[in-house]
């Protein structure tokens, strides 16, 4: 009997529904205070909190992106802002430095072009009529064209020097052939300025030019018509353009032969000149002729000799260009860096000549 009792207890509770133990579970599922004596206002409180909560963060959510963003453009434009005055500020020091080392280089030329007038007013006149010896007073005949000529070849001579050191650089370094042949083209055109200055100067003074009285005396010690003989440059510049090939050599050699004939010829043209000129104002002991008509001829036949030196130059350009014609990029570049180079030499043996000891005579 008690076991009976017993089994049919057990059997009933198992089927029994025990609503304390449902709201258990849900109080431990939805993690709130839920019990059999929780009203309806309760309930409703809790469902207001959760809903206000959920609008804030859907607000919040809502908000915080534009906030970010406003942020991260204030930040952007001020980063772009100091960007921008960084850059302005090194645009302003790059001018400044620019206009320093303009105003360096200008002071420098104006230093050097003053120590070679300086040179030159120690070892001679630099032409007839500057100083009138009868009273001792200076002159007011002086021939702007020379003194253009003069200014003009003391910036030529500066700016050759900062074009050899360029050459002896861009030689140092891995180029293209066609990069130093720019170079090597702008080294010629330097030089055909030079002769077209020589031009205008001898429409001003021939005799000034053709005496050479811009160069040292070193330098005139070697000169021809106006400027070193270009057979006597081709000798010398000879060894620093090996090794030439064949064909090279068969060039440069037919150069040379026309070159000297060339020189020949005018030499000739101009003893030939000096001669007839010569004869024009020799005096007629019969009295055949007049002074006038003999100065006239004299006068016309002198105008001969600017045409001689423009040929002259005209016969250095022609050798310049052809054995740029000839040689290699290299070999053209090294030339024009040696030619640089030998007039700068005798230009620095001049100064070391005029500026020797002189032992006193006892």
Not at 149 to 167: G, H, I, P, R, S
Not at 267 to 287: F, H, V, Y
Request: aromatic share 8%; charged share 20%.
């Amino acid at each position: 009997m008690a076991s009976t009792s017993t089994q049919f207890v057990t059997s009933r509770r198992m089927g029994m529904y025990d609503p304390l133990h449902h709201i258990n579970m849900w109080d431990d599922t939805f993690g709130c205070d839920i019990s059999p004596n929780t009203g309806p206002s309760s309930i409703t409180q809790v469902t207001d909190t959760r809903q206000t909560n959920k609008t804030e963060y859907n607000s919040q959510e809502s908000l915080g992106p534009s906030v970010d963003n406003q942020e991260a453009k204030t930040m952007s434009d001020k980063l772009q802002r100091r960007l921008a005055q960084n850059r302005e500020a090194a645009r302003k020091s790059r001018l400044r430095k620019k206009a320093y080392v303009q105003q360096l280089e200008t002071g420098r030329l104006k230093l050097a072009q003053l120590e070679q007038e300086l040179e030159r007013a120690r070892q001679q006149r630099v032409y007839d009529g500057l100083l009138n010896t009868s009273n001792g007073v200076l002159s007011t005949n002086v021939n702007s064209g020379v003194v253009a000529f003069e200014m003009a070849y003391d910036l030529w001579v500066a700016t050759q020097q900062k074009k050899d050191n360029e050459l002896k650089e861009v030689l140092q370094s891995q180029v293209s052939e066609l990069e130093l042949r720019m170079f090597v083209d702008s080294g010629l055109n330097h030089y055909y300025e030079l002769f077209q200055l020589k031009v205008n100067v001898a429409k001003a003074d021939v005799f000034y030019l053709m005496n050479g009285l811009w160069r040292s005396p070193i330098e005139r010690f070697f000169q021809w018509l106006g400027g070193p003989r270009p057979s006597e440059l081709l000798y010398m510049l000879m060894p620093q353009l090996e090794p030439l090939t064949d064909a090279q050599l068969v060039s440069v050699s037919t150069l040379k032969h026309s070159c000297r004939q060339a020189e020949d010829a005018l030499s000739i043209g101009m003893e030939k000149l000096q001669q007839t000129l010569a004869q024009g104002i020799t005096i007629d002991i019969t009295g055949a002729g007049s002074y006038k008509s003999q100065m006239t001829l004299a006068m016309e036949r002198l105008e001969g000799i600017e045409n001689f030196l423009n040929q002259a130059d005209h016969l250095r350009q022609q050798v310049l260009q052809q054995m740029s014609r000839i040689l290699t990029p290299h070999q053209a570049a090294r030339g024009l860096l040696a030619l640089g180079e030998y007039f700068q030499r005798l230009r620095a043996l001049n100064s070391l000549w005029s500026a020797r000891f002189r032992e006193p005579i006892s």
